[in-house]
């Protein structure tokens, strides 16, 4: 069956679908249901395959993305994107990387189904406008005007600089460093004075249920959980360095912004259900 165009472009379309989902779990349902669909598809009737597989698993995305988003207004505290163990092999293509990071995916959930849909299909996969078009159910000129918007949105909100992998496993190897210790000055100075943190324990887990802002407060956050039983670990997360940890056994996943040589925002996922895919890394690709 690995003749098959659905298995040859499998990457590609858990990549469109989780980029427009921020869940891996919901990715792989929205392929299931595509693969259904593809398997009562006339082939010869299809002239671009790929170009009709993404078409298919978009439509699933968006009807998936209009379900969730009833269900993520009751969700419990903030929401994360669902973390990726990923090989360092995904950083090598520096725009698939920032589009599957924690920090970009955070950006797109303020866009609305369809603005996300063409946002990605546009300004990540590089669709032409007649095929998002078609695969949104909107004209091409509707199409244009709605990925200028979504562009200016995400514009507006995404980190300002991009930093080297050098800087990032640095800064981030002191972050993880002063955690471990839970000395809350090391702490404070390696994040900058206005920094975030969100925190998404989904109910299941104990987490901040609204944003922490300031180093100092940040610090003493979470210094109080690292004065448990503490162990962390340096991973590629969502095509970047990014820290694996425990507290009192109970693992958690740490994805960080630098800017300028400290983090300005940390993103902890501690809700278990989103913390299944860090043991083998997610199959990526544009």
């Given at each position: 069956m690995t003749g098959d165009p659905f298995v040859a472009h499998r990457s590609l379309l858990f990549t469109v679908a989780y980029e427009m989902l921020g869940s891996a779990a919901d990715a792989e349902d929205?392929?299931?249901?595509?693969?259904?669909?593809?398997?009562?598809?006339?082939?010869?009737?299809?002239?671009?395959?790929?170009?009709?597989?993404?078409?298919?698993?978009?439509?699933?995305?968006?009807?998936?993305?209009?379900?969730?988003?009833?269900s993520r207004e009751d969700y419990v505290g903030e929401w994360l994107p669902e973390p990726l163990l990923t090989s360092p092999d995904v950083a090598e293509?520096?725009?698939?990387?920032?589009?599957?990071s924690i920090a970009m995916l955070t950006v797109l959930e303020t866009l609305g189904p369809t603005e996300r849909a063409v946002f990605v299909l546009r300004e990540v996969f590089e669709v032409?406008?007649?095929?998002?078009?078609?695969?949104?159910?909107?004209?091409?000129?509707?199409?244009?005007?709605?990925?200028?918007?979504?562009r200016e949105h995400v514009a507006a909100r995404r980190p300002r600089m991009r930093v080297s992998r050098a800087e990032q496993q640095a800064v981030t190897e002191r972050f993880l460093a002063a955690l471990?210790?839970?000395?809350?000055?090391?702490?404070?100075?390696?994040?900058?004075p206005d920094v975030v943190l969100i925190a998404d324990g989904g109910g299941f887990a104990a987490a901040a249920l609204a944003?922490?802002?300031?180093a100092e407060l940040v610090a003493r956050v979470l210094s109080s959980a690292s004065q448990r039983a503490f162990a962390s670990t340096t991973?590629?997360?969502?095509?970047a360095p990014a820290g694996r940890i425990e507290v009192g056994g109970e693992p958690?996943?740490?994805?960080?912004?630098?800017?300028?040589?400290?983090?300005?925002?940390?993103?902890?996922?501690?809700?278990?259900?989103k913390l299944t895919r860090l043991d083998e890394p997610a199959d990526l690709a544009r």
């Open positions: 929205v392929l299931q249901e595509s693969w259904l669909r593809w398997a009562g598809v006339d082939r010869t009737k299809v002239r671009d395959q790929r170009a009709y597989l993404i078409r298919v698993v978009t439509r699933q995305a968006l009807n998936r993305l209009r379900t969730l988003a009833r293509d520096v725009e698939l990387a920032e589009s599957v032409p406008y007649e095929e998002i078009a078609e695969a949104t159910g909107k004209s091409a000129a509707a199409v244009r005007q709605i990925a200028r918007r979504a471990r210790t839970g000395r809350l000055q090391e702490l404070m100075e390696v994040m900058a944003p922490v802002h300031g991973v590629w997360l969502n095509g958690a996943a740490v994805s960080l912004v630098v800017e300028d040589g400290r983090v300005t925002r940390v993103y902890l996922v501690r809700n278990p259900r």
